[in-house]
Structure formats: structure tokens, C-alpha cells
């Protein structure tokens, strides 16, 4: 009898020991990395390679995975598709820059009702389909930014200037020209005398520039508010032998741009650093999906903390200046 109670206390044992060798017991299971889903506006487009950057950095800080994708080209119909794919995969959080600020919506509830943490940057989706937007600047700062810099190239800050958007449907390219026009009166010299859009494409940007300065042949600034667009500006400017007398400005990357300023075809010009706005949403995203709480300040690593208002929206700063004395130097960096 001793025998078995022996041998049946060896064999609870050995079950026992058996169970500790599993990672579930002395070496607990790592848990799994969240994944964000980062999308942009379009892939190919310099300023979001920037941001993908930005993002991967901020992954490497918190062990975090990202999943940087986007349409080929800048529609609401091809970022929908694109989200539908991140929901199947069941990520943990979305971050999205939106074509439109309505259509992708109803997706992106699919995502919220599924526990995906949704935020959007840079371009904002309508506040019932994400939890918080981070803008890259204030709309007001970026509109008074751009205009001064139309002032300040005109001659002795007086005439006519022409703006180069993205799509009519650009949630911030719209609310930059709303802040433009709200900019104006301070500048009594400056007329703006239209406004066109080239989708954020290339060649349609191109196209559209040129025709605006064949319409306009006293036009004294061109501005783009568009990365893609402020490039074919000043390409546009140049093929037409205007280098000089019209000038280009408005927000666009320094590494597109650096050969346009020293040729002179833009004097200077704006942005914020996309990539520590790839950081910082990433660092919003992630922490959010794990548990943080949106209406308190957010943690973005190097880049501080955010406040997030009654609207859902938080900002970081004024954008930059790039001139002929700093362009080289950030033109190493985006």
C-alpha cells in the first residue's frame, strides 16, 4: 500500500513539474506586440514616406509593429479598400490620413465597434469615425503661415496670387484655404484670384499651374498647399521661363524642393517635419491601444504630450520656415 501512494505521489509530482516547463508558468507568454495599422493618403508621396519613417521609430521605442499602406492613388474609394484589409487582420489600432472626410466613415465604424483604437492625422476624418485627430499644425497657423509668405514674396506686398490645392474634397486642404481668406484682410495688397486642384497628382498639378498662369499673365505668387502640387508649381514656373516674376511658395518637403530654392523659383517656403508626425501619431495609436486614456494629455515620446480638446482634435505647432540658409540641412532628413 505504501508502494502506491508512493508511486501515485511521484506521478502528481511529475504531472506538476511537467505543467512548469510550459511558458505559461515560470517564464510567463511575451504578450503580442500591438499592431497600427499607418495609412496614407497615397503610397509614392515623399511626404508620407516621412511619416512611415517617423512611425517605424516610434514602433522601435514602445515594441510595437507597423503596418504602413495606402492606395495607389489619394481616392476615399482605395483607402476604404485598404481599411477593410487592416480590420480582417485585426489590428490593434488604425491611424489614417483621410481622402475625404466622410466616405471612409462608416468602415472605420466597422473598426470601432470591433475594439480597434481609430485616430486619424494630418487629415482628419469626421469626428464619429475615429476617437482623436492629431493635426500637424493649428488650421489657423498653417492658413496666417502660407498668406504671410504670399506678402512677403509679393513685390512690396501687394498682388495677385493663385492657389494650387489637392482634391475639393481634402478635409485640411480646405480648412487651410477657409484660414487663407480669414488671413487676407491683414494683408489689404494681396488678392487671391483662384483656386485650383490637382489631386495631389502630379501631372493634373502641372497642368493645372500652367494653365493658371497662362490665365494670369500679372500673377505674383503661386502657392500650393500641396506637397505634390507646390513641386509641379515651381516646375511649372520654370518650363515657362517665370523664374523670378512669379514666385512659388506654400508647403512642400525640402528634399523636392532644395533645387528649386537655390535656383530661386521658391524663395522659401513651409512645413512641419512629417517625420515626427509619423512619430507622434504612432505613439497616440499604440498607447491608445493599450489602455490610455484620450481625454487626458497623451505621452509621445520626444515629442512631448498632447491634449486632445472636446472635439477630438490636438495640435502640434507652427510650421517652419526653409529658405536658402536651412534647406540643405533638412533636405538630408526628408
Known amino acids: 500500500m505504501k508502494k502506491f501512494v508512493v508511486a501515485a505521489a511521484c506521478a502528481v509530482l511529475a504531472v506538476a513539474l ?26 509614392g508621396n515623399g511626404f508620407f514616406d516621412a511619416v512611415h519613417k517617423g512611425a517605424d521609430e516610434a514602433a522601435k521605442e514602445l515594441d510595437a509593429e507597423v503596418i504602413f499602406t495606402g492606395p495607389t492613388t489619394p481616392t476615399a474609394e482605395g483607402q476604404i479598400e485598404v481599411l477593410s484589409a487592416l480590420i480582417a487582420q485585426r489590428v490593434d489600432a488604425i491611424a489614417v490620413s483621410a481622402n475625404d472626410p466622410d466616405a471612409l466613415v462608416p468602415t472605420l465604424k466597422k473598426a470601432l465597434d470591433r475594439g480597434i483604437k481609430v485616430v486619424s492625422y494630418d487629415s482628419a476624418v469626421a469626428a464619429e469615425g475615429r476617437i482623436a485627430h492629431l493635426a500637424p499644425s493649428s488650421d489657423q497657423l498653417i492658413g496666417e503661415t ?25 478635409t485640411n486642404q480646405n ?22 486642384y490637382g489631386d495631389d497628382v ?18 505674383a505668387v503661386l502657392v500650393s498647399i500641396s506637397s505634390v502640387g507646390i513641386v509641379a508649381s515651381a516646375r511649372a514656373v520654370e518650363d515657362k521661363g517665370l523664374t523670378g516674376r512669379v514666385k512659388v511658395t506654400g508647403l512642400g518637403l525640402p528634399s523636392e524642393l532644395i533645387g528649386y530654392v537655390e535656383k530661386g523659383v521658391v524663395p522659401k517656403f513651409a512645413i512641419w517635419n512629417p517625420v515626427d508626425l509619423g512619430y507622434s501619431i504612432t505613439q497616440i495609436a499604440t498607447r491608445l491601444a493599450r489602455g490610455e486614456d484620450p481625454h487626458k494629455p497623451v505621452y509621445m515620446g520626444r515629442m512631448g504630450t498632447v491634449t486632445f480638446g472636446a472635439d ?7 510650421p517652419f520656415i526653409y529658405d536658402i540658409n536651412n534647406v540643405g540641412q533638412y533636405a538630408k532628413m526628408f
Do not use: N
Not at 477630438?312 to 507652427?318: L, Q, R, T
Open 18 to 43: 511537467a505543467g512548469c516547463g510550459k511558458k505559461t508558468g515560470g517564464e510567463p507568454e511575451k504578450p503580442a506586440r500591438t499592431r497600427v495599422g499607418l495609412v496614407a493618403k497615397s503610397l
Open 146 to 170: 502660407v498668406v504671410a509668405l504670399a506678402a512677403e514674396l509679393a513685390p512690396g506686398g501687394k498682388g495677385k496670387f493663385a492657389v494650387v490645392s489637392a482634391t475639393p474634397t481634402s
Open 312 to 318: 477630438g482634435v490636438g495640435a502640434m505647432s507652427k
Open 175 to 196: 480648412s487651410w484655404l477657409a484660414e487663407m481668406r480669414k488671413a487676407l484682410p491683414k494683408y489689404p495688397g494681396l488678392e487671391m484670384i483662384a483656386v485650383v
Open 202 to 219: 502630379s501631372d493634373k498639378s502641372y497642368r493645372e499651374a500652367t494653365a493658371v498662369l497662362q490665365q494670369h499673365p500679372d500673377l
